[in-house]
C-alpha cells in the first residue's frame, strides 16, 4: 500500500546511485542552474554540485540507515545560506520514502491536514505561526548576530528539506509550513505544547522515562560516553547521519564555526537527533536525558515570541559552541520551556590535562529556568557520570514538583534511589572497554534483578531496567502507576564513543530494544490491536553492534 504525507501528498520514488552495484547506496547533489534561475537536484556527483549527499538504506540488515550530506562548493561563491537550503534539499530528496513512512507511524493523525480541526490543533497552528513569525523577525533586525545567523541556517535547511523531499527545489527562502516538516523538527516539543494550550485529557500526563546514559572514566584517561533511547517502537525507523557543512560565524564570512561537522543518531525528516547524542567537530559529546515535568503551573504563560524550539537551540549551540560552558550559555538563549531535559557535555579536548578540567558540563531545563555547573570534579572522584530522567540539581528538583510524587510513590523519582541509578552505581565498575560498556547499557536482567522488583504482580517490572521493555510486562500486570506498566516502549538503541573515535566523529550504535537477557523484540508477537503504525520497520530486531564511520558516506562523496 502507498503511503502518502497528508500535508505534501506526493508520490514516491527511489532512485538509485550511478555506479549500480549497490542498490542500498544512493546519492544526489544539488547545484544552482542559472538558467532556471533556481536550485535543481541530480543524481549522483556534478563538479558543480554545491552540497552532495549518499544514503546507504540498510536498515533491514544492520538496523540503521547512514547518511551523509558535504559541502563540496569548491568555487567559494556560495554563501551559506545557498548551502544550507541545498543541504535540506539533498536530504530530502534522498530519504523521501523513510520520510513519509516515518511521518506516518508518527504524526499523521496527529493534527491531520484536513478541517475542521480540534481547537487544540487550531491552537497549535496559531502558536507555531506566531513563533516562526517572531523567529524570522529576529532574524530580519539581527543580520549580524552569530545566534540568529544560525537559526537562519537552521530554518533555511529546513526549507530546502521540504523542497527536496517534493522533488521541487526554487528558490533559498524560510516559508515553513509549520505542519509540514516542521511538526518532525518539534515533536518532542509537542508533549509540552500540548499542556501550555490545555489540549483536554492531557492533564497531568507524564512520559515514560526517555534514556540512560552513562560517562565512564577509563585509567589511562580515555572516557567512555554511552547513551541508550527510551521511546516508542513506533519510533525505530533509523538513521545515523553526519553533516559536513562548515558554516561561516556571520555573514562577514571572517571565521568559521566550532561544530562545522556533526555526526548523530537521528530519525527521518529530523535536522536534529531527539535522542540526543551527538559527536561535533570541536571534539565534543553532547547527550541528554528527559526530565519529565510534574508541576503544570511552569507551563502557564509560556508564549511563542521570545522563545526558539528545542531542538533548534541544540542543534544551534552544536555549531557554534567550543566548550561545554560555551554549549551550555548559547542553549540557555530562548527557553522555550519543552522537551526539557538533562544535558551532558563531554568535551574530549580537556582529556589531555593531568588531571581533566572543564571535562563534564551539566544542564538542567525547565520551563522558565535553567540551571548548568561544571561536574568534572564529580565526575573524577566517582569515576562515572550516570543519568535518566530525574532530577539531580536540588533547586531544579524544588521547582519541577518531584517531591509530590515521591511522597506518593517513593523512591522510583528520587536522581540517587530509583533501580537505574542502584543498577549503574552497582555494575559501572565492570565497564573497562567497549564491549563491557555496551553489556551493561544494554542490561535488563528484570525477572532475576533485586533492583527490578517492585510493590507489583508479578513483583517485578522490565521498566526497572538500564534498557526498559515495556512490551514484556503483562497486560494483566498490577503496577502502582503507569510507568511500571505495560506498553511499547523502551529503549530503542545504544550508541557509545570514546577518545579514539571521538577524533574521527565515529561512534559504535545498535538499533533495536534489547536481546541480551531477553528474546529479541518480534513485532508479529504482538496483538494487531496493540500494534502502532510502523511502516517500513523489519519484523525482528536482532541487529549487531555495527561501527559508525562517518568516512563511509563521506569520504566518497
Known sequence: MEVCLPILAVLISFSYGTDGKDPLRTSACALYDVTQQKFVIKDGYQSECIVSGQFINSGNTTGWGELGIKSVDTSGNWDDSAIAYAAGLVEGYLTKTLIEQFYFNTLATYCPYT?????????????????????????????????????????????GLEDGYKDKPGQVHLDIDVFGLFLMQINDDLGDLEKVLGKPGVGNSRPIGHCSALVKLLPEYDLLTSHDTW????????????????????????????????????????????????????????????????????????????????????????????????????????????????????????ITELPPARLLMVLEQIPGYIHYEDQTALLMKKGY??????????????????????????????????SRALIFDRDQGNVHDMPSLFKLMRYNDYTKDPLSRCNCTPPYSAN??????????????????????????????TKASSLLYVKELSFFAQNGPTSD?????????????????????????????????????????
Open 115 to 159: 478541517l475542521p480541526w480540534t481547537l487544540y490543533c487550531s491552537q497549535l497552528n496559531k502558536y507555531l505561526i506566531s513563533n516562526l513569525d517572531w523567529v524570522r523577525s529576529m532574524i530580519t533586525d539581527n543580520p549580524q548576530d552569530p545566534y540568529w545567523y544560525q537559526v537562519r541556517l537552521f530554518y533555511e535547511q529546513l526549507a
Open 385 to 418: 557520570w550516570s543519568s535518566f530522567n530525574r532530577i539531580y540539581y536540588p533547586d531544579v528538583f524544588e521547582r519541577s514538583g518531584e517531591q509530590e510524587l515521591i511522597d506518593k510513590y517513593g523512591d522510583y523519582f528520587t536522581h540517587d534511589k530509583t
Open 517 to 557: 537477557d531477553q528474546a529479541p523484540f518480534k513485532w508479529s508477537d504482538i496483538p494487531i490491536s496493540e500494534q502502532p503504525p510502523h511502516a517500513g520497520q523489519p519484523d525482528l530486531f536482532n541487529f549487531p553492534v555495527i561501527s559508525f564511520n562517518v568516512s563511509n558516506v563521506l569520504n566518497t562523496l
Open 464 to 493: 526497572l531496567a538500564i534498557m526498559m521493555r515495556g512490551d514484556l510486562n503483562p497486560a494483566d500486570g498490577v503496577y502502582p502507576f503507569s510507568e511500571l506498566g505495560r506498553a511499547l516502549v523502551g529503549g530503542i538503541d
Open 231 to 350: 521511546s516508542s517502537y513506533n519510533t525505530m525507523l533509523r538513521i545515523l547521519k553526519v553533516y559536513d557543512l562548515p558554516y561561516y560565524t556571520t555573514v562577514q564570512k571572517t571565521e568559521k564555526i566550532a561544530g562545522s561537522s556533526i555526526s548523530f543518531s537521528s530519525y527521518p525528516g529530523y535536522l536534529y537527533s531527539s535522542d540526543d547524542y551527538y559527536i561535533t567537530s570541536a571534539r565534543m559529546i553532547v547527550m541528554e536525558t528527559t526530565n519529565p515535568t510534574n508541576n503544570l503551573t511552569l507551563f502557564h504563560g509560556l508564549k511563542p515570541e521570545g522563545i526558539v524550539m528545542e531542538g533548534i537551540r541544540n542543534q544551534v549551540a552544536n555549531r557554534m559552541a567550543n566548550s561545554g560552558l560555551e554549549w551550555a550559555q548559547i542553549f540557555s538563549k530562548y527557553n522555550s520551556g519543552t522537551y526539557n531535559n538533562q544535558w551532558m557535555v563531554v568535551d574530549y579536548k580537556q
